[in-house]
């Protein structure tokens, strides 16, 4: 059985909607990011980036969201696209894996999270956040879903993201993008989202952002955590 490491954030996600669309049995392992249990070194066996999510499947680890859907779309044979559309969504899975989930988390790190304002950062990456929100709303104009004409991995990687419109943007109702809002509600409305919701739900993550859950999230902002440097 999968043993899928989660905290409930945007990524890990995207992880559970599709385990929950796909009936996929899976056991929950919870990794509380805020005491820092992803720098144990049990986990980062599983995944050496220190993040939730990942996937050990019989033995295989699998970290990344975008790499653990890709895989289990292919381990399950469901929404994964057919061939015909195979280099389009690799396209947009690259897409959002390089720009908008990271540019979204790092508009709400600098918008609400970062120890001081800085507003060159504030701006750049909400900014670049909008423009990739704005390219899917263009694409999403004529379409029903974001990869030919069936709900896919790709829809799913987005939705994880995308739910968190107002941190990113400061726009929970996507005002400013009608087309994606409007894929955002179809997705939204499908009974796995609920499900995907309610993963996790009877744990006690902790909530509170104290100076030990700081450390944890960001240890690189701190100089007693610094790699070693050297000359070549």
Known sequence: MIRFYFHPRPNPMKVALFLEETDTPYELVPVDTLKGEQHRPEFRAINPNGKTPAIEDDGVRVFDSNAILLYLSEKTGQLGGVPETRAELLSWMMFLAS??????????????????????????????????????????????????????????????????????????????????????????????????????????????????????????????????????
């Open 99 to 232: 720009g908008l989930g990271p540019y979204s988390g790092q508009s709400v790190h600098f918008n609400h999270a970062a120890p001081e304002k800085i507003p060159y950062a504030m701006n750049r990456y909400r900014r670049e956040a909008q423009r990739h929100y704005d390219v899917l709303n263009t694409h999403l104009s004529d379409r029903t879903y974001i990869v030919g004409d069936d709900y896919s991995i790709a829809d799913i990687a987005a939705w994880g993201w995308i739910d968190k419109a107002g941190l990113v943007l400061g726009d929970p109702e996507l005002t400013d993008f009608p087309h994606l809002k409007e894929w955002f509600d179809r997705i939204n409305s499908r009974p796995a989202v609920a499900r995907a919701r309610a993963v996790g739900q009877d744990i006690q993550f902790q909530s509170e952002m104290d100076e030990p859950a700081k450390r944890a999230l960001y240890p690189q902002n701190y100089p007693e955590n610094e790699p070693a440097t050297g000359t070549l």
